[in-house]
């Protein structure tokens, strides 16, 4: 279940240098993506809001629309949210096994929790 | 005498909190606003073995940090008011976002029960959560329900009531703070415990602090000595990122709630949803399924809603004109002319509204309990972000083409107050069915065969000044700053009617007895103002009024009967018609000889430019002002839009006499 995997990565504050490193904006990723959260960036109300929703450093989140302009929907905590891009540009990735999903179903996205 | 207990219903949005109220309260509610803000307070009663429930539904909120007035509301009322229980609704298919909120009550003074709803939807997502387990866990009771299906809910009733009158323990196991952050926060408590104002508890308000809120700190700060508040201030300072790890807390919390309760598949289905979303949020699919959506609203106040209008006009109020003006007939004329033509045609304006808001109001209450109205937002958020609005403003603005007055009411599904002050700024500018008419009936007289031409133009002028002034607005007064785009894209369900109707029902009502106060009051005073002194309208106080105006009406080639006509058109803007055969003296029929005699093309068209941009209706800026709650703001948009049509029509006007253009 996913929550035993989220405490753990939970357990170490900020993620490891070398992931730090590979970590980049939501907003550049293509649909399909599945990644963790890696850190919040911009004012402390859209953190706020943010952090609120369940964007928390470690928690697995994965994009469903991202047309490179306009907003995107990502999914996470078992819900759909619309970012706008500017909003999405703030939360910085980390990709989980190398990003892309291995066994890319072709109708869409399914749910968390299966790996 | 029976005991009362009070109960504030909290929840994040899209959990079916508004279903468990209506539940719950029935036809016993009241719907008003909170005190001194725009945001819809709704409160109401039951009576349940000899106890009288009081329930205040708290506005949906994600968290209890003041990110928005919303949450404020939230937070204080269970802080102030002291609610005997607090019922967190929370949705069993987003359990664990959803207790995200319970996490934030769990530390306020006031016993949480939590109804767990839409077990039927989760269910069908696979997720099973064993509600007895949850109780166990967090240490409060917790009560499975399907409020569309009414179950659940005595249960609810019930828990409350053992928890109020003390028959049953409470006992929560409150998250806590994570270790790295405890000391600075014990020690940021002791820094301010003496300085916390009541009845605010001083842990809560530390925590706070450490979050960031800014509301709580400006309290805070205002109440500390200068020496203290430095060494809070130094403490938030090197502890800025505290948020994020306060949220991770409350999360790690959850995981270990749900760990035994809550089993979910592996490899979920295909939902419905996905399915859906594929369609409605597609760039162009998704356009599509909106202009269905909007094409069927219009079909149906077409269809239904004109030729009710009509035929209550026709057969209720017409006919009850005539018979009272039988009834006043030995009577002083003035009685008869108040009666009749003041308020009865006030009232009959107001109950023409009746078809065309049950319409509306159904239609958005449909979208938005089906779950739609975010994909619709979503969709059209890019080209609504550049005039400052929000995705969910078009959906009303939309609505404006049909009557300015359900579009003004319908931005109450934008969350955001500034987008929707804007939104209800800009709602008069786009051409309503009746402008339309008179455009339709006027162009054709003035212009013949360019007649088409000339209303298209119309119609677009309104639209380009809409855009330029959400541009000017959104960069002026509002320096530009965006509003952040966040939003929830809830799982599309079946409707619920009761729901739906309710909100219908309470929506209408609320208009008749605001709106329609003023727009009697409104009805009466132009009456009395074109009726006295003497025995003509030319005669009277408003014409003038009119005649006083002339210089400005001057300017856009306008004498004082078109500026009259111009004016009448606050109460109706069709009474534009009936005004202007009464003061160029024709019947309707051979008002158009009437009028392109008196009246040049060039003057028409700055005439109809005017009229297109003028002030809104009573009955809109009655709206106006129940919404916004604000005398300042409902005279800033009258005076704006005053100030733009008589700019625009003089422009017109003068640009057509420097080009010798129909003069």
């Given at each position: 279940?996913?929550?035993?995997?989220?405490?753990?990565?939970?357990?170490?504050?900020?993620?490891?240098?070398?992931?730090?490193?590979?970590?980049?904006?939501?907003?550049?990723?293509?649909?399909?993506?599945?990644?963790?959260?890696?850190?919040?960036?911009?004012?402390?109300?859209?953190?706020?809001?943010?952090?609120?929703?369940?964007?928390?450093?470690?928690?697995?989140?994965?994009?469903?629309?991202?047309?490179?302009?306009?907003?995107?929907?990502?999914?996470?905590?078992?819900?759909?949210?619309?970012?706008?891009?500017?909003?999405?540009?703030?939360?910085?990735?980390?990709?989980?096994?190398?990003?892309e999903r291995p066994h890319h179903r072709r109708h869409g996205p399914h749910r968390w929790g299966h790996r | 005498m029976d005991k009362e207990i009070l109960v504030a219903l909290a929840g994040q949005p899209n959990v079916g909190k508004?279903?468990?109220?209506?539940?719950?309260?029935?036809?016993?509610?009241?719907?008003?606003?909170?005190?001194?803000?725009?945001?819809?307070?709704?409160?109401?009663?039951?009576?349940?073995?000899?106890?009288?429930?009081?329930?205040?539904?708290?506005?949906?909120?994600?968290?209890?940090?003041?990110?928005?007035?919303?949450?404020?509301?939230?937070?204080?009322?269970?802080?102030?008011?002291?609610?005997?229980?607090?019922?967190?609704?929370?949705?069993?298919?987003?359990?664990?976002?959803?207790?995200?909120?319970?996490?934030?009550?769990?530390?306020?003074?006031?016993?949480?029960?939590?109804?767990?709803?839409?077990?039927?939807?989760?269910?069908?997502?696979?997720?099973?959560?064993?509600?007895?387990?949850?109780?166990?866990?967090?240490?409060?009771?917790?009560?499975?329900?399907?409020?569309?299906?009414?179950?659940?809910?005595?249960?609810?009733?019930?828990?409350?009531?053992?928890?109020?009158?003390?028959?049953?323990?409470?006992?929560?196991?409150?998250?806590?703070?994570?270790?790295?952050?405890?000391?600075?926060?014990?020690?940021?408590?002791?820094?301010?415990?003496?300085?916390?104002?009541?009845?605010?508890?001083?842990?809560?308000?530390?925590?706070?602090?450490?979050?960031?809120?800014?509301?709580?700190?400006?309290?805070?700060?205002?109440?500390?000595?200068?020496?203290?508040?430095?060494?809070?201030?130094?403490?938030?300072?090197?502890?800025?990122?505290?948020?994020?790890?306060?949220?991770?807390?409350?999360?790690?919390?959850?995981?270990?709630?749900?760990?035994?309760?809550?089993?979910?598949?592996?490899?979920?289905?295909?939902?419905?949803?996905?399915?859906?979303?594929?369609?409605?949020?597609?760039?162009?699919?998704?356009?599509?399924?909106?202009?269905?959506?909007?094409?069927?609203?219009?079909?149906?106040?077409?269809?239904?809603?004109?030729?009710?209008?009509?035929?209550?006009?026709?057969?209720?109020?017409?006919?009850?004109?005539?018979?009272?003006?039988?009834?006043?007939?030995?009577?002083?004329?003035?009685l008869s002319g108040l009666v009749v033509d003041g308020i009865l045609t006030g009232a009959g304006t107001v109950l023409t509204f009746f078809p065309i808001l049950v319409i509306f109001f159904a239609s958005m209450g449909l979208l938005e309990d089906l779950g739609y109205m975010s994909r619709a937002a979503y969709v059209m958020d890019r080209f609504m972000h550049a005039m400052g609005l929000h995705g969910r403003s078009f959906l009303p603005l939309f609505l404006g083409f049909g009557c300015n007055v359900p579009a003004v009411i319908g931005t109450r599904i934008i969350d955001s107050r500034r987008p929707r002050l804007l939104t209800i700024l800009l709602a008069p500018l786009i051409p309503c069915t009746a402008r339309l008419v008179v455009i339709a009936f006027l162009a054709p007289i003035f212009f013949g065969d360019r007649a088409t031409l000339v209303a298209g133009g119309l119609v677009l002028l309104n639209l380009v000044v809409f855009a330029a002034l959400g541009v000017a607005v959104n960069h002026l007064v509002f320096r530009g700053e965006s509003v952040a785009f966040i939003m929830e894209l809830p799982l599309y369900h079946v409707p619920n009617v009761r729901t739906i109707a309710l909100g219908v029902w309470q929506r209408t009502a609320e208009f008749f007895r605001k709106a329609g106060t003023i727009i009697l009051i409104v009805s009466v005073v132009l009456w009395a103002l074109s009726s006295f002194p003497g025995e003509t309208v030319e005669e009277s106080v408003l014409a003038q009024f009119g005649r006083w105006l002339d210089p400005v009406g001057q300017l856009m080639g306008l004498g004082w009967r078109a500026v009259l006509a111009m004016l009448t058109s606050f109460l109706a803007k069709e009474n534009t018609i009936a005004s202007l055969a009464v003061l160029y003296g024709a019947g309707q029929s051979d008002l158009a000889g009437a009028l392109s005699a008196a009246i040049t093309p060039a003057a028409a068209l700055s005439f109809l430019v005017a009229q297109m941009l003028f002030v809104p209706c009573a009955a809109t800026v009655a709206v106006i002002w129940q919404e916004t709650r604000s005398w300042s703001w409902t005279g800033f948009s009258v005076g704006l839009l005053l100030v733009i049509s008589i700019s625009a029509g003089t422009l017109v006007y003068q640009t057509a006499r420097l080009i010798g253009w129909g003069v």
């Open positions: 279940m996913e929550n035993n995997r989220q405490d753990e990565n939970l357990g170490s504050q900020v993620p490891p240098q070398d992931k730090a490193d590979q970590s980049v904006p939501l907003s550049t990723l293509p649909p399909h993506w599945l990644g963790t959260v890696h850190s919040l960036m911009g004012g402390r109300e859209l953190v706020s809001r943010l952090a609120a929703l369940g964007f928390i450093p470690g928690c697995p989140i994965e994009v469903i629309q991202n047309y490179g302009v306009g907003p995107l929907i990502v999914a996470i905590r078992d819900t759909r949210i619309a970012l706008g891009r500017q909003e999405a540009e703030k939360v910085q990735v980390c990709p989980l096994n190398g990003g | 508004t279903t468990v109220f209506n539940l719950l309260t029935g036809l016993n509610q009241h719907v008003g606003n909170w005190p001194g803000k725009t945001i819809e307070k709704k409160a109401g009663t039951l009576r349940h073995n000899g106890t009288v429930y009081r329930i205040v539904d708290l506005p949906g909120t994600y968290s209890l940090t003041a990110n928005s007035p919303e949450e404020i509301i939230a937070r204080d009322f269970i802080i102030k008011e002291r609610p005997d229980v607090v019922v967190a609704i929370i949705g069993a298919a987003t359990l664990e976002r959803n207790l995200y909120l319970v996490a934030e009550l769990l530390p306020l003074p006031a016993p949480v029960v939590i109804g767990v709803n839409m077990i039927d939807v989760a269910k069908r997502e696979q997720i099973h959560i064993e509600t007895d387990v949850l109780e166990a866990a967090i240490g409060v009771p917790v009560v499975p329900m399907v409020a569309t299906k009414n179950q659940g809910v005595r249960e609810l009733v019930e828990a409350v009531d053992a928890l109020a009158t003390g028959r049953r323990d409470y006992a929560p196991r409150i998250p806590q703070i994570r270790e790295d952050h405890r000391d600075v926060l014990e020690a940021l408590e002791a820094l301010i415990r003496e300085s916390v104002p009541e009845p605010y508890p001083s842990h809560w308000t530390a925590l706070k602090l450490l979050e960031g809120d800014r509301e709580m700190t400006a309290l805070v700060r205002g109440r500390l000595p200068d020496d203290a508040w430095e060494q809070v201030h130094e403490l938030l300072k090197a502890h800025e990122d505290a948020i994020i790890d306060i949220a991770g807390g409350r999360y790690e919390w959850i995981g270990r709630m749900t760990r035994a309760a809550l089993a979910r598949p592996h490899t979920g289905p295909v939902t419905l949803t996905e399915r859906l979303d594929r369609v409605a949020t597609h760039p162009l699919w998704g356009l599509g399924v909106l202009a269905l959506a909007l094409l069927l609203i219009f079909w149906l106040t077409y269809t239904i809603g004109t030729p009710l209008q009509d035929a209550i006009e026709e057969h209720l109020v017409a006919p009850l004109g005539d018979r009272l003006a039988e009834l006043l007939a030995g009577q002083p004329p003035w």
